[in-house]
């Protein structure tokens, strides 16, 4: 039985409007930056914070956790079917 190595992994990619930034490799660091961003953007009335960081920590955290990758799913669907002329 081997135990599962983090540096073994594939780095993970998000790509936002058309460009890919890959994320960190460790975990807890995908986490802690998801948090942030999303504390951060409920601050956003503040100069430097802005109303943006909300979704983007929201994204990163949704390669974590079930919940919020179910609920970005359903958005890309329903967007893209906005998006879809009739």
Do not use: C, Q
């Amino acid at each position: 039985m081997t135990a599962t190595n983090e540096d073994d992994a594939p780095a993970r990619k998000i790509t936002v409007f058309g460009r890919e930034f890959t994320m960190p490799r460790s975990r807890g660091t995908r986490i802690a930056i998801g948090m942030l961003l999303t504390i951060g953007g409920i601050l956003g009335f503040l100069p430097i914070l802005g109303f943006w960081m909300i979704p983007l920590g929201l994204l990163v955290l949704s390669y974590e956790f079930a919940l919020v990758r179910r609920h970005r799913r359903r958005f890309v669907v329903w967007w893209e079917r906005r998006r879809r002329p009739d």
